[in-house]
């Protein structure tokens, strides 16, 4: 009798396996995001009553674990949780740097000149890709080429 209902609960739960990767609407997708306002306030919960946390720049790329109406919970490059309302998010291509002292070149290569150093938490939007290469525009207009283990 035993074996019996062990062999039924191993066929329930295959079959809610199954189910899951058939309708993948029913597991949450991670999707990511940027901000595309100027500006953005990082709030503690889904509403405009909710305390702003702090606030990021326009390209921050952000990933939603959650969402609420018309709001989304994020978790940024530091791991740190929010929430947005989605109107201030996009499907832009953003990266953000996560080391100090970051170059960023004119050309895709270390030995061209330097244009501009950034530090950690500074967000750009991808332009292009070249190898280990990424070429990025920075919401000021500043463009150039950073090396992708520079950036998140």
Same mark, same amino acid.
């Given at each position: 009798?035993?074996?019996?209902? #062990? @062999? $039924?609960? $191993?066929?329930?739960?295959?079959?809610?396996?199954?189910?899951?990767?058939?309708?993948?609407?029913?597991? &949450? =997708?991670? @999707?990511?995001?940027?901000?595309?306002?100027? #500006? =953005?306030?990082?709030?503690?919960?889904? +509403?405009?009553?909710?305390?702003?946390?702090?606030?990021?720049?326009?390209?921050?790329?952000?990933?939603? $674990?959650? *969402?609420?109406? @018309?709001?989304? *919970?994020? !978790?940024? &490059? @530091?791991?740190?949780?929010?929430?947005?309302? !989605?109107?201030?998010?996009?499907?832009? *291509?953003? $990266?953000?740097? #996560?080391?100090?002292?970051?170059?960023?070149?004119?050309?895709?290569?270390?030995?061209?000149?330097?244009?501009?150093?950034?530090?950690?938490?500074?967000? &750009?939007?991808?332009?292009?890709?070249?190898?280990?290469?990424?070429?990025?525009?920075?919401?000021? +207009?500043?463009?150039?080429?950073?090396? *992708?283990?520079?950036?998140?």
């Amino acid at each position: 009798m035993k074996r019996l209902n #062990i @062999e $039924v609960i $191993v066929k329930i739960m295959l079959s809610v396996m199954a189910v899951l990767l058939i309708l993948p609407g029913l597991a &949450f =997708a991670q @999707e990511r995001l940027s901000v595309t306002a100027t #500006i =953005a306030n990082m709030r503690s919960g889904p +509403g405009t009553k909710h305390d702003v946390l702090w606030q990021v720049e326009k390209y921050h790329p952000v990933i939603i $674990v959650e *969402k609420k109406g @018309e709001w989304y *919970k994020i !978790k940024d &490059f @530091e791991n740190d949780a929010a929430w947005l309302h !989605k109107s201030l998010l996009g499907k832009v *291509k953003g $990266v953000i740097t #996560i080391k100090d002292k970051c170059n960023v070149r004119s050309k895709s290569d270390t030995k061209s000149q330097v244009l501009f150093t950034v530090e950690k938490g500074v967000p &750009f939007k991808v332009l292009a890709r070249k190898g280990n290469w990424i070429n990025i525009e920075h919401a000021d +207009g500043d463009v150039g080429w950073i090396y *992708k283990t520079l950036v998140w």
